[in-house]
Each structure stands twice: as C-alpha cells, then as structure tokens.
Nanobody, 122 residues
C-alpha cells in the first residue's frame, strides 16, 4: 500500500517555474514506478511524466519534453516534477501516481494522490 501527497503547486506567471513534490508513505516506495498526470478544466486527465524505481528510465508527454524534468529521491520517498517555461496551457491539477513494474508506456496506475493546483497566468 502506498499513500501519496502532492505539494508545490501555485500561481505563476507565464515563463516561470515551479517544482512539484510528491511524498509517499510505505516501505516499498523504492520499488514503484512513479508518474505525474494532470487534468485541466473540462479535459480528461493526461499523462505528463514517469520514472522507474531506479530513476534510470524516464518518459515524458510530447507537450512537456524539454521543459519538465521528473526525478526521485528514494531515501526521502519523494518524487519531483521540475516545470520550466510554463505557459497557460499547463494550468491544471497535477497528480502523482504509483504502480509496480517498469513499463513506462502503461499509464494504468494503482495509487493516486489528491492533486495540487497549478495556475499559469498569461
């Protein structure tokens, strides 16, 4: 069982940066693939980024490649999402998620956080 809690969201101007954190509880955190998803108003939730348990492999949605970076610190049971060059199109509730296994193309995750709001003003 893994419980997740996101933080770091807020209001930022276009072109700015934010770093989201997701703290996880559970002794098996280091064995889980972690992902970030987002849901904008009126839209379906979409994949943003994922990282395997070792941190060796990562995956990104095309819309965030080159701007967002996912990382993790297994000693702190925390996964991060560094977001740079933010634009209004990045406004959404951001969720972290966890699942066993290493298939980054599979977006079916078992555990979800409550989400943190990111708002980018133009």
């Amino acid at each position: 069982q893994v419980q997740l809690g996101e933080s770091g969201g807020g209001l930022v101007q276009a072109g700015g940066s934010l770093r989201l954190s997701c703290a996880a509880s559970g002794r098996t955190f280091s064995s889980y693939t972690m992902g970030w998803f987002r849901q904008a108003p009126g839209k379906e939730r979409e994949f943003v980024a994922a990282i395997t348990w070792t941190g060796r492999w990562t995956a990104y949605a095309d819309s965030v490649k080159g701007r967002f970076t996912i990382s993790r610190d297994n000693a702190k049971n925390t996964v991060y999402l560094q977001m740079n060059s933010l634009g209004p199109e990045d406004t959404a509730v951001y969720y972290c998620a966890a699942k066993p296994g290493v298939n980054l193309r599979d977006h079916d995750y078992d555990y979800w956080g409550q989400g943190t709001q990111v708002t980018v003003s133009s």
